[in-house]
């Protein structure tokens, strides 16, 4: 029996409201014509059932072939009746392999995949339920009141920016403040206006926010910290062992640096350079249970070049025995294409209308189980604003997309499921964390390397007036205050995941293939897969659809 017959009948089930005996699902798969043996049993079930009895479809089947008063119907009328998508009963089966080698024929589940990650040990291949390898149809029985999902830094309602330049000041101290708490407790921080009355050869630190970066002539680095007292030259010699770290500094960002004062202490001489960063003793938690979360982003729906038919086969495999445990989702942002994001996007576009985008949208989450947990964020393509931090959607979007009862969150935002703490970003800083840094230290074919960046740095988007738009709130909600469990982004269509001081980095692709414009820019997008993490564990399994 082919994975996605029996897939689709529970899905077009739970898409109706009704649950259905795992037999009376088999019955119906084996029909000839499953869609018109489903229909049938659906117009004879009782107006006030809820559950497709065994029984009542081997009623209907008994009866199925004739119309009302007993007549045969022509095998043409034979069509489904709801309008729902064909689906290909012998789909070709994609490996992920990286030599493209043919996946074996009678395997029904996704392959598992590796990617771009290190220090991330791929999970062994789970062995489906059926004898002959395809993935049965279950009924999950999963328990809600075990369930446990709370979201901190959640913005959505409390935007007080007006642009004013008080605004950008108080953003911008919180950040000092709170990154530098970081900090102090490493060196014995000086303001930079006492500095100047220390005596000439003092031992001095500094705790402050990048503003300046340049090269002397004699090829050292002279670098500018500025606190909320004024500003001081630190001077960094090439022949230090970490004076490449240098390269990794971006504009904003808060650092701690120690070392020795000039004779008329005018500026510092720097032993040492120190970031917020993760402490290298951090210990991530684990949820109590054997329990998963599907990690994925930018959906795109409305791009012709979404990849319908991958997502499909993703919201069948969660239907699937091998996909029990899977009771969350989290989307990291871009869950339809937009209008207007670049330059001729129209010409790529399937879905016009950026309402009609999201009511498609909702339609593809019904697909998957009702009993999955949906939690989302925005990216750059959504419906709100571009500068960050993004509030969730506005009530207008917010009731087209009712499948599920999906709930939506600011960009970024910390939600911790099961004890997991998952910082959910959508990633636009990272083209450029990328654009900024040394292509061993940020790229595109390794994203969480640019991730690894950020934790360092304990900030998403540390640089101002660059690409990454920010608006001044009353704090800043981007520093990454608590050390997450699990660091979560998409936006740059690559796959990738490692782990950074025991923190794991996960950027989870995309579901759209390589567009027109993506095409200019020379970007080969990481297209249909889903990582899968298992939140008692930590460990991650990353499944192939395309």
Known sequence: MPLETPARIVKQLARRGYNAEREAVTLLADEPDSDAALERALETLPDDALKLTTDHVRESIETEGRDGDGSEIPDGDRSTRDGHRPVDENPPTSTGDDDGSPADAGSGSPPETKGSGEGVAAATPT?????????????????????????????TGQSTGTGEYGDFVKVFRD??????????????????????????GSDAAIVGMVSDVRSTASGHWLVELEDTNGTFPCLIMKDRKWADQVQELLFDEVIAVEGTLADDAGILFVDSMHFPDVPRTFKPSTADRHVQAALISDVHVGSQEFME??????????????????????????????????PDQDEELDVVDIFDQYRAFSEYLKEVPGDIEIRMIPGNHDAVRLAEPQPAFDEELRDIMTAHDAQVHSNPAMVTVEGVTILMYHGVSLDEVIAELPDDKASYDEPHKAMYQLLKKRHVAPQYGGHTRLAPEDRDYLVIEDVPDVFHTGHVHKLGWGKYHNVLALNSGCWQSQTDFQKSVNIDPDSGYAPILDLDTLDMTVRKFS
């Open 127 to 155: 062995a489906t339920a059926a004898a002959d390898g395809a993935a049965e149809p279950i009924s999950r029985n999963t328990d809600p009141s075990k369930r446990s999902i709370t979201v901190e830094n959640d913005m």
């Open 175 to 200: 950040r000092y403040e709170k990154l530098s708490k970081q900090l102090r407790g490493r060196v014995n921080h000086r303001p930079t206006d006492a500095l100047e009355s220390m005596g000439g």
């Open 309 to 342: 038919d991958a997502w499909h086969r993703f919201a069948d495999w969660l239907h699937t025995e091998e996909a029990a445990r899977i009771e969350y989702l989290l989307i990291a942002g871009d869950m339809v294409e937009g209008v207007g994001v670049y």
